[in-house]
C-alpha cells in the first residue's frame, strides 16, 4: 500500500504563486511516477504534470510554463510550483501514484487550489 497525503492549497490572487506538497509514505519502492491531477466542479479529473522515477516530466498544455512539478526523494515529497495563476486553474488537486507491477493506483485526498480574478 501506499498513502498519499497532500498540502499546499490555498486562495489566491489571479497571478499569485502557489505550492503543492505530495507526501508519500508506505510501499514508495512500488512507484514509477507520480502526478498531479485536478478536477473542476462539473469537469472531469485531468493531468496536470506528471514526474517518473527517473526524472522525466509531461505538463498539460494548459500549465506549461507556469508549473513545475519535482520530486525530493530525501523527504518522499513531490511539489507542484504553480505560478501566474489563473481563475481557470481554480480546482480540487490530487496527487497520484503509479505502481504499475503491483497494478495499483493510489491517489490523495485532494487539496483545493482557488485563484480568484
Known amino acids: 500500500q501506499v498513502q498519499l497525503v497532500e498540502s499546499g492549497g490555498g486562495l489566491v490572487q489571479a497571478g499569485g504563486s502557489l505550492r503543492l506538497s505530495c507526501k508519500l509514505s508506505?510501499?514508495?519502492?512500488?512507484?514509477?511516477?507520480i502526478g498531479w491531477y485536478r478536477q473542476a466542479p462539473g469537469e472531469q479529473r485531468g493531468l496536470v504534470a506528471r514526474?517518473?522515477?527517473?526524472?522525466?516530466?509531461n505538463y498539460a498544455d494548459s500549465v506549461k510554463g507556469r508549473f513545475t512539478i519535482s520530486r525530493d526523494s530525501s523527504r518522499d515529497t513531490v511539489d507542484l510550483r504553480m505560478n501566474s495563476l489563473k481563475p481557470e486553474d481554480t480546482a480540487v488537486y490530487y496527487c497520484?501514484?503509479?505502481?504499475?507491477?503491483?497494478?495499483?493506483?493510489?491517489w490523495g485526498q485532494g487539496t483545493q487550489v482557488t485563484v480568484s480574478s
Open positions: 497520484n501514484a503509479e505502481a504499475p507491477f503491483n497494478g495499483k493506483n493510489y
Open positions: 508506505g510501499n514508495i519502492f512500488s512507484i514509477n511516477a
Open positions: 514526474i517518473t522515477i527517473r526524472g522525466s516530466t
